[in-house]
């Protein structure tokens, strides 16, 4: 399979849609290119898909050409460019601007004709090493799962989906902090499909922590430092485990620094604060990356204690100046139900349970054994991860946790509707392989002899939203059709587009440590 993807990608062009938008850009601008704001579009809608499939908006040429009309050379060089590079089939002036149709028969069929190449896992190499260190704050400071909130799932969940996006985007990516090997933080976590990488030994940040110790106490933003006397100090005793009291403001305000709370003031320095910089900063020198970006994953609830820890590695560190730090912050989760004050683990077991009574309800005395156990757990999995992951990250989430709300398949939005639609496409096509070692059907041809234009009409809705398109789709269509011989073109063409669906189904789960199941 590699080797065919490789080959693959060695034959087919690139039809990516920032591909195809930045040639079309380049085409269209001409002489302007200087100028700002894009001008081709992607149509996206159903009804406008059924005249074209890219358009420069009459208001965008404006600012390139007078009352928006190109010159009619302009648009015989971009046609004699890229006509067949990019399956041009028209480009005309309209009232709505300049529409591009492509011909969309040669298209899918260059499309679905290299599945391999299209559905490959990126792992570009960038033309110079980036590294980025994903700072997980919910997992700082040696916590048990019992202490984890559904906010704090949240958000390693989002850095283990963030992990795997970067790597594919050629970006070497760690994460924090390094838990200790077989903790039951790890092993609730692999419960959930998340191995959190180690990808270095354990290094002892004493040494780290006794130098930062020292820097802080001769800073002129440490209270308890040189500037003060032991009578100060006796007066301003601190508790026992707060080693600093830092001046925050003092240091934003002389270096000029913008975006941090503007209640920021003190902040009372702990020795797991030190602690998570040093592990920061041990990862940092360690690479030879000319640029490190520190994102720290952190819920609302930890935001501001969090830009403290990051103002704190300022103070501590002004020299690493290829460090730039970031803040992803997630949106609160509110959640309501018998069950509204559940940890982490208490929600995932109440999910695991309703997903193990669906299975019976739905299945009876089948659901038992190791494999219908492996079952449940992933669908459990892909439950949550839709659950927690399909809100936008900086918006609120609300979850109800009821025994009244039934897992269910209906939801378009849900984990379970989208791994039982994966199941029907491998139902799907193992009933295609029994039929043809039965004799009903011939084998799947090659590419090449398919006719992709019996999909036109089908396909152009179905490119609009393709995990519930596909659900109408394959309730409306017999995509195994009778066993006549005038129908199996029609047939194949399907079936070719269904593999393409199932590699983006399989592609996109993958970045989420989904595996795909093969039955329901």
Known sequence: MESERQAAAAAAPDFSLAGCWAALEAALRGPCQGQAGRVWFKESSGRNLRGRDWIAPRAALSKLYPRGQVPEDLIERLLSEYRHRLYIQSCKQTDSGLVIRLDRPALFMQVLSNLPFYTRTLNVPLAKKKCVILNCVALQGNKGPESLTVSHLRTILLVDH?????????????????????????????????????????ISNEGGVSNFKKILSESIYTQLGKFETPSDQTHNRLPKDVLFKVHLRQFVKEKGLEGYDANLDMALVQEEALRQIGELQNIVLQEDAEECLVIHIVGCEEEFQQQKIDLLWRILDTSIDRVTQRHLVCGPVKITGESSHINAVHYFQFRRSQMQEASVMKYGNLVQGDSWSEIISSMTSATIRFELLATAHRSPLNLEVTQAVNISTKGTKSGAFVMYNCARLATLFDHFNKSVQQGLYPKFPETSQLNFSALQKEVCKFLVNLSIDFSSYYNHVHILGEPLEHLFNQMFARLQLMKALREVFHSALGTLHITPPNQL
Do not use: E, M
């Open 162 to 202: 963030l992990a795997i996006v970067l790597r594919q985007q050629g970006y070497v990516v760690h994460t924090t902090p390094n838990l200790p090997l077989k903790s039951s933080v790890c092993n609730f976590l692999k419960l959930l499909r998340v191995t959190w990488p180690s990808t270095r030994q354990t």
